[in-house]
């Protein structure tokens, strides 16, 4: 027998183990309280379920709980409890039958048997809030064993003795269809006693939700309230008020507010089956809270997201067969001189990177309202900027700091220093000079007040299973603020026009902050429009922060996920006029369903500046539209899935007209890229970014291979 000296020989009464006659002891695993989460995972089998034993008033206890009231048993090891009390030596040979006697049946019982469960969707019956932990308490089901409102009363206050974790979110549930009849007859009695009841068919597992990225995962649950800020990394399972633009990798993602299925981030995590779901009560659930900064399983598929405690063996057992590695990207340093969007193509990927060497192949092929007219600055105006400023000894000294790979919170700080040190450091005079003449060459004079788009192109985005959506930064630039003797604002390069957008921007979200304080979204956009309305633009600023971008904290991770080398990742930059006031912006992919006789395109879109891959307002909704290509190389089978919240009584974004013009320049660019740019990927689907100007352009924007 296991005597109280025993069990505190094992130095701490809550976890002990047992032994078996003259054999080695087996370790067997249990714990006479539940006064933590981690408690509780300890012991959950697979479905977060922890069976128990407790004593009964009235009656003598067995040895075995040494003076304790209850007994929780790893579940995991021995679902049943049979197998757990055959562990012990007074039980070593216990029948099914003495069993029975022991913990069924009302005359002889000597102790209460049952099991605890996790169900995070179902509402607690008394405070209405998501997330119980059911327990139920077994017995036979003839006449005379049903339980009576003292026996579970009994259980009801013992069990929230026994476990202090989950005494405001512990509820009883019958156990089987007979114990359930009897106490529903019983449940007034129970709920004026306090005991919170909650029937079976009432428990529901998963919660309710709208998924973007199906798929499982394990990490350590995160949960951010409202505006506030917290480091996660590949490892981490983040719930979170709404879904940051920038954010890096994670294990899963679940948000309270909907999100955009064509943001850069979803298209990241669907290409690496991470899950990312919207679930509205996920930041309230009790049973979340209870499992917090805990290691947990998260399943996204379809309308339900389940979390549920994990086990450190499981999660590195996932983790180990999760993370595919790529081979290291090229790279050509040869290439000095910023050259022509429209002299670039897919041959030009080692030295431009290969969003500016794709916009190349659109220039090649699409009509010139229909594409962006630029200039790309090579890897190699990189690779000197940061070997003249002393800037890859930095880089060096990073990477050889072990602290870095371990430590979220560090890794943050040191790369946020990288990325201020670059922005800081003096461009090199080659750069400026090689800048004023591209511009000057692709758009003469003018090109000094126009403002310019600086985007991230890399050797390590936008390639065949690896899209780098959302990873790097782009920015906005004016030459003239460079060029002129001060750093006074506003910027040269803002034209009446767009300050009128502006300030029309400005006064709105103004006012919808005040209207919804709660909408925290807003203060980054209006700080950013106070900024362009009031500060110069500095291109070489834009440049060098574009640059700095290489080593953003998301990049950072996605590049340790897949083994690559940083120090074989170069940045370029590709130029072009920036859009401002646009009317529609759209990501589209083709290609799909391509078994079907004609293949699907999906198109999600917004209105105005709210966006689509990187959405300022995360309340709203895109709109989702569909069609087919026929064969006579028009759009049939037009479908309207779901209207933008932001458009006109739902009506659609595309008229006719505009769609049959944007369908007709998805044809070429598909076509074009399937048998020129990837013809090894058959079949090809294209994600493709599509802007319609404030003048009525429909401009395709970018290129790249889609991952379902």
Known sequence: MLSAAAL???????????????????????????????????????????????????????????????????TDKYPYHLQFLRTLPEYASLAPERYA?????????????????????????????????????????????????????????????????????????????????????????????????????????????????????YGYLKIVDGAATVSVGPRDVLVIDAAPSDLGLVAGLVTRQPQSLASHLNLRLRE????????????????????????????????????????????????????????????????VTPTALGSLGAGDVAAFGTKAANLGELSRILPEPNRVDGFAIPFRAYADFMQGRGLDADVTALLADPRVFTDAAYKKSRLSELRARMRAAEPLPELSAALEAAVRQAYGAAGLVTRLRFRSSTNAEDLPGLSGAGLYDSRSGCLADDLDADTLGPSACLSA???????????????????????????????????????????????????????????????????????????????????????????????????APEPLVRIVSQVGEVGVVEPSDPTASPEILTFRRSAAGSPSEITLVSPSSLAAEGARLWSDAALDELAGLLFVVHDHFAASVYPTLAPLSLDLEVDVTMDGRTVIKQARPYTP
């Open 272 to 335: 690496k089956g991470i899950p990312s779901a919207a679930a509205p009560g996920a930041l309230d659930n009790s049973v979340l809270r209870a499992l917090e900064d805990g290691l947990v399983h998260l399943t996204a598929r379809g309308a339900q997201v389940e979390i549920e405690p994990a086990r450190l063996e499981d999660a590195e057992a996932f983790w180990s067969k999760s993370r595919p590695p790529l081979a290291d990207p090229a790279a050509d340093l040869e290439v």
């Open 497 to 595: 026009e767009h300050e009128a957008h502006l300030r029309g921007e400005l006064a709105r979200r103004r006012l919808e902050l005040a209207e919804h304080p709660d909408r925290s979204h807003l203060a980054p956009i209006i700080e950013d429009l106070e900024e362009d309305l009031t500060e110069e633009k500095s291109a070489l600023l834009a440049v060098r922060r574009v640059w700095a971008s290489l080593w953003n904290e998301r990049a950072f991770d996605d590049r340790e996920y897949y083994g690559i080398d940083h120090t074989k990742v170069f940045m370029g930059v590709a130029v072009h006029p920036a859009f401002v006031g646009e009317r529609l912006e759209a990501v589209v992919i083709t290609g799909l369903e391509p078994d």
């Open 101 to 217: 006697d022991m913990v069924l049946r009302r005359a002889s019982r000597a102790m209460w048997g049952g099991g605890l469960k996790l169900y995070p969707a179902t509402p607690h019956p008394r405070t209405g809030a998501a997330g119980v932990l059911a327990y139920t308490v077994y017995s036979e089901a003839g006449p005379g064993e049903m339980l009576t409102v003292d026996d579970i009363v009994q259980a009801d206050r013992r069990l929230k003795g026994c476990s202090p974790f989950a005494e405001g979110f512990l509820v009883f549930t019958p156990d089987g269809a007979a114990q359930t009849a009897a106490v529903r007859a019983i449940s007034d009695e129970l709920a004026a006693a306090g005991v919170a009841l909650v029937d079976p068919s009432a428990l529901l597992g998963g919660l309710s939700a709208e998924t973007y990225s199906e798929g499982e995962a």
């Open 8 to 74: 505190t020989a094992c130095g701490d009464s809550s976890d002990v183990k047992a032994g078996t006659g003259g054999q080695p002891p087996t370790e067997v695993e249990f714990r006479t309280e539940l006064a933590t989460r981690d408690d509780y995972t300890s012991l959950a089998a697979e479905g977060a379920e922890v069976k128990y034993l407790m004593v009964v008033d009235g009656r003598e206890p067995p040895a075995i709980f040494a003076g304790a009231e209850c007994l929780f048993q790893d």
